[in-house]
């Protein structure tokens, strides 16, 4: 079975500077990685997503990760944040065998923007 | 682009009610759809996977006879809380995927039982 660690639950951080949100992942097999934003009593939206190729993604809103298969991990960036950014961030997990399989979620990680 | 509509956003019921949550893909024939619940502060929890026409494979711990869901259609899948409960209420979100679409979700529904 695959899991998600997020370490953080909280991540407060001064506007304009950078971001580094965690994400360790757990699987027997090879997986896609997502990262998705969740704004307040909204549904999610995808950040990001690593399936193949190069292990530096980059996403929407100035976002970027990079898978670490060594080390387990796919760490979000951001170089300078901005009070829009504050939301919820989670780490996600799918079955490389099968681009249908369901996905699995980290437990989130707030990110606080302090002005 | 593709988009996943969740109805209602929001809805309160008595306890002993039944609550239908629908979710519909507008725009792409959703394959399959997802169901997540999401307690405060916490993560999704898949609750289901359905697949268009056939039974929903629902994920360990979660009630099958509490938690109908149905895809009945390609671009409609229902989740109904039966005899809902005060520990029912919590943030359902939906998700939906096609043959050649990806994943899209739902804006969710907060379902707060009184």
């Known amino acids: 079975a695959q899991s998600v660690t997020q370490l953080d639950s909280q991540v407060p951080v001064f506007e304009e500077a950078p971001v580094e949100l965690r994400c360790n992942y757990s699987s027997s097999v090879s997986v896609y990685l997502f990262w998705y934003v969740q704004y307040p009593n909204q549904g999610l939206q995808l950040l990001l997503k690593y399936l193949s190729g190069s292990t530096l993604v980059k996403g929407i809103n100035g976002f970027e990760a990079e898978f670490n298969k060594s080390q387990t991990s796919f760490h979000l960036r951001k170089p300078s944040v901005h009070i829009s950014d504050t939301a919820e961030y989670f780490c996600?997990?799918?079955?490389?065998?099968?681009?249908?399989?369901?996905?699995?979620f980290g437990k989130g990680t707030r990110l606080h923007i302090l002005p | 682009g593709a988009v996943v509509s969740q109805h209602p956003s929001r809805v309160i019921c008595k306890s002993g009610t039944s609550v239908k949550i629908e979710c519909r893909s507008l725009?792409?024939?959703?394959?399959?759809m997802f169901w997540y619940r999401q307690f405060p502060k916490k993560s999704l929890m898949l609750m289901a996977t359905s697949n268009e026409g056939s039974k929903a494979t629902y994920e360990q711990g979660v009630e099958k006879d509490k938690f109908l869901i149905n895809h009945a259609s390609l671009t409609l899948s229902t989740l109904t809380v039966t005899s809902a409960h005060p520990e029912d209420s919590s943030f359902y979100i939906c998700?939906?995927?096609?043959?050649?679409?990806?994943?899209?979700f739902g804006n969710g529904t907060r379902l707060t039982v009184t």
């Open positions: 998700s939906a995927r096609g043959a050649n679409s990806p994943l899209h």
């Open positions: 996600a997990v799918s079955r490389r065998k099968n681009r249908d399989d369901k996905i699995i």
């Open positions: 725009d792409f024939q959703a394959t399959t």
